[in-house]
């Protein structure tokens, strides 16, 4: 499939443009705001590309999926207009910061027949299947910390009116664990937050999501502190610690309970592994399934709303 990206910034750059060539699919064009600037670097090394505006890139004719890596707040704009103009969209995370917003775009891809996914590449990558598989009977305590240090006010993550802040750019993989390990929303949610004083973002939150009294997930997640991720899940027969579980190395080792047979995982990037299943849905005409999304952004939502707050 051929892949037009909007917006040359890191994640773009460093994970998925590579990741199209390694799923056996072309990056035929790159949006950006600055299209000169942005060539240099990679045409040093890579096949030619054409160097466009976003709109250069929804209107070339030779872009059949469109890769959204622009900051939070423009995924949905830029997605409908995507949608709009006949493509399928892989748009990253948070793929829109309301459920209203993430029922609009369900529904123009519907609307479309487009395919239209959310980047959270980690459910590609297969220990988050195995994890699910256990036999540990009922999860008891789920637990995530995730954590860098970006002290750069002019960071995407630390501008409140670009959708910033530490809940919606890491907190979301804990609820997004939660979600997926549950297979549905809490009952009921807690958080405290520490807002930065000037840029008005989150730079600390720290969450509990309770399901039926029985299950509880605890995180913390910062944009201040050591760069670290970790999580742990704990059954009623089992338990099981990932020591890097969004952005897991090789062979992804996990450490686990006495009698828990748990496979060897095989090397996998799970950003070429998304690309492959997002084709794979896009060619076959299968209908986009925002259902964890919506739930997932509707927590995140619910968190924010119920959160006490300190600068
Ligand atoms: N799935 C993952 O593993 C993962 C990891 C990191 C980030 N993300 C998500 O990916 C998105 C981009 O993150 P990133 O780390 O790549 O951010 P980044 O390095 O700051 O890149 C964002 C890009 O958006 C464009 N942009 C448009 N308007 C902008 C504005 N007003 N201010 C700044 N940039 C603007 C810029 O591209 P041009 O100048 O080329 O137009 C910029 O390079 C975010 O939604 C983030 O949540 C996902």
Avoid at 88 to 103: G, I
Avoid at 185 to 203: E, L
Wanted: hydrophobic letters at 45%; charged letters at 15%.
């Amino acid at each position: 499939m051929r892949f037009g990206v909007l917006g040359w910034g890191k994640i773009a750059r460093t994970q998925l443009a590579p990741a199209i060539a390694q799923a056996g699919h072309e990056l035929v064009a790159i949006g950006s705001r600055s299209p000169m600037a942005a060539t240099l670097d990679w045409n040093e090394t890579h096949a030619p590309v054409r160097w466009t505006s976003y709109d250069g890139v929804l209107e070339d004719p030779r872009v059949e999926a469109v890769y959204i890596a622009l900051p939070n707040t423009q995924h949905v704009p830029w997605t409908l207009k995507a949608l709009a103009a006949g493509h399928h969209v892989l748009c990253e995370k948070p793929m829109a910061l309301s459920p209203a917003d993430v029922d609009r775009l369900s529904q123009a891809a519907h609307a479309a027949q487009r395919h239209l996914h959310e980047a959270y590449m980690v459910l590609h990558h297969p220990q988050w299947a195995a994890l699910k598989a256990l036999d540990v009977g009922a999860w008891r305590h789920l637990q995530v910390a995730f954590s860098y240090d970006n002290r750069d006010p002019a960071n995407i993550r630390n501008q409140a009116a670009l959708g910033g802040g530490a809940l919606w750019d890491i907190g979301c993989y804990a609820v997004l664990l939660g979600h997926w390990l549950m297979g549905r929303a809490p009952d009921t949610v807690r958080c405290h937050q520490t807002r930065h004083p000037d840029w008005g973002t989150d730079i600390h939150s720290q969450g509990e999501l309770h399901w039926n009294a029985q299950t509880v997930l605890q995180f913390s997640v910062s944009t201040q502190a050591a760069r670290q991720q970790s999580a742990l899940a704990v059954g009623e027969r089992g338990w099981v610690a990932l020591d890097a579980p969004f952005n897991p190395p090789p062979r992804a080792p996990w450490r686990f309970s006495e009698g828990l047979d748990l496979p060897c995982l095989p090397d996998v990037n799970q950003y070429a592994a998304m690309l492959h299943d997002f084709v794979a849905h896009a060619q076959t005409g299968a209908p986009s399934d925002l259902g964890l999304s919506r739930g997932v952004t509707d927590t995140l939502l619910r968190l924010h709303a119920v959160a006490q707050t300190r600068i």
